[in-house]
């Protein structure tokens, strides 16, 4: 519930109740029900214009604009991310889940505080912080996909060949290469996820760091190396899958 509902539901009630009663004081007061009815009316009209006053003037004072409301930033993204992963108890990969984990913690704070360093670098600019957003976006969702590739990976990995393989003391033979892959392939993964967060990690300190709204973000070379990943991402997975 917003903060104007918050006062207008706080009023209205005890309006509407104080009117009724002005309207039954004036009827008994002047013995004329018409009178009584006209006294309601009017004070359920003062009640109505002091609400409508208060809410405006709260949200004056408060200095906030609709914009501002607007969520550009994906950070429902993150937590349903995070949500997957703590899902995910593989009897193999330990390690690699509790380090995947703690980076989709780690993520899905920082998405949330991208979203308030915009608020407050562009407020009242929907059009420009739109338009950070949007390269910001584009890296959180480069890091959805890692964990997403990895979630699938630890999905159908083979945990029972995996076991036999130690059962037989075959882990170090060649019939292990197969599963060692998959091994490094999600510690790859697990790898890029963390080169994304510390460059993720500088630009939220140099947004933080502005201080004049008039600053030109796109100038910083924290969103020029964002950019970048998102252009050479694509063409990396191509070559990798090829």
Same mark, same amino acid.
């Given at each position: *519930?917003? @903060? +104007?509902?918050?006062?207008?539901?706080?009023? /209205?009630?005890?309006?509407?109740?104080? #009117?009724? !009663?002005?309207?039954?004081?004036?009827?008994?007061?002047?013995?004329?029900?018409?009178?009584?009815?006209?006294?309601?009316?009017?004070?359920?009209?003062?009640?109505?214009?002091?609400?409508?006053?208060?809410?405006?003037?709260?949200?004056?004072?408060?200095?906030?604009?609709?914009?501002?409301?607007?969520?550009?930033?994906?950070?429902?993204?993150?937590?349903?991310?995070?949500?997957?992963?703590?899902?995910?108890?593989?009897?193999?990969?330990?390690?690699?889940?509790?380090?995947?984990?703690?980076?989709?913690?780690? *993520?899905? @704070? +920082?998405?949330?505080?991208?979203?308030?360093? /915009?608020?407050?670098?562009?407020?009242? #600019?929907? !059009?420009?912080?739109?338009?950070?957003?949007?390269?910001?976006?584009?890296?959180?969702?480069?890091?959805?996909?890692?964990?997403?590739?990895?979630?699938?990976?630890?999905?159908?990995?083979?945990?029972?060949?995996?076991?036999?393989?130690?059962?037989?003391?075959?882990?170090?033979?060649?019939?292990?290469?197969?599963?060692?892959?998959?091994?490094?392939?999600?510690?790859?993964?697990?790898?890029?996820?963390?080169?994304?967060?510390?460059?993720?990690?500088?630009?939220?300190?140099?947004?933080?760091?502005?201080?004049?709204?008039?600053?030109?973000?796109?100038?910083?070379?924290?969103?020029?190396?964002?950019?970048?990943?998102?252009?050479?991402?694509?063409?990396?997975?191509?070559?990798?899958?090829?």
């Amino acid at each position: *519930m917003s @903060k +104007k509902e918050t006062h207008s539901s706080k009023i /209205l009630p005890w309006g509407i109740g104080l #009117s009724v !009663l002005a309207g039954i004081g004036v009827w008994l007061m002047t013995g004329k029900l018409f009178a009584g009815l006209i006294g309601c009316g009017g004070a359920l009209i003062v009640t109505v214009l002091v609400a409508f006053f208060m809410d405006n003037a709260k949200g004056s004072q408060t200095g906030t604009s609709a914009t501002d409301d607007i969520q550009m930033i994906d950070s429902d993204r993150m937590k349903r991310l995070l949500k997957e992963v703590k899902r995910t108890n593989p009897k193999s990969l330990k390690k690699e889940m509790r380090d995947l984990e703690s980076q989709c913690v780690r *993520m899905e @704070k +920082k998405s949330v505080q991208l979203e308030d360093a /915009l608020v407050d670098h562009f407020s009242g #600019s929907l !059009l420009t912080r739109s338009k950070f957003a949007a390269t910001i976006n584009g890296v959180l969702d480069l890091y959805a996909h890692n964990v997403e590739d990895i979630l699938q990976r630890i999905n159908i990995f083979d945990q029972d060949g995996y076991e036999l393989l130690f059962k037989k003391h075959e882990e170090y033979t060649t019939a292990a290469d197969p599963y060692k892959k998959e091994i490094q392939a999600v510690q790859d993964a697990i790898a890029s996820n963390e080169q994304i967060i510390t460059r993720v990690d500088r630009l939220l300190r140099e947004i933080s760091r502005l201080s004049q709204t008039s600053e030109d973000l796109s100038s910083l070379p924290e969103m020029e190396e964002l950019s970048l990943l998102i252009e050479q991402t694509p063409r990396y997975r191509q070559s990798a899958q090829g």
